[in-house]
Nanobody, 124 residues
Framework: QVQLVESGGGLVQAGGSLRLSCAAS????????MGWFRQAPGKERQFVAA????????RYADSVKGRFALSRDNAKNTMSLQMNSLKPEDTGVYYC?????????????????WGQGTQVTVSS
């Protein structure tokens, strides 16, 4: 069974940057699409970004386009989300997830494995 562990969260001022990482173990990683979701306090979890199994294509939520960049390293079973120009509305718990397919998806129900999440707080 795949285990996903996120890291890199923290407190940052608006306009700052953070780099989140997701490390996968105990299971297949390179054959599947991966994604990031986030959940703000009192709100439902929402899609942030996704990447195909080989990293050739990415998809971003409109709210983060041009500010976030997603990449993966299949040799190391890791995925990274570079977050720039952070805004207070980016605050939330960020979850790494592995898709059930090799493709790209922004649909939460298509992801079968989830990490525990890492907190990102952006102060104004």
């Amino acid at each position: 069974q795949v285990q996903l562990v996120e890291s890199g969260g923290g407190l940052v001022q608006a306009g700052g940057s953070l780099r989140l990482s997701c490390a996968a173990s105990r299971g297949a990683f390179s054959q599947y699409g991966m994604g990031w979701f986030r959940q703000a306090p009192g709100k439902e979890r929402q899609f942030v970004a996704a990447i195909t199994w080989i990293g050739g294509s990415t998809r971003y939520a409109d709210s983060v386009k041009g500010r976030f960049a997603l990449s993966r390293d299949n040799a190391k079973n890791t995925m990274s989300l570079q977050m720039n120009s952070l805004k207070p509305e980016d605050t939330g718990v960020y979850y790494c997830a592995r898709s059930r397919t090799p493709g790209i998806s922004d649909q939460e129900e298509l992801y079968g494995y989830w990490g525990q999440g890492t907190q990102v707080t952006v102060s104004s």
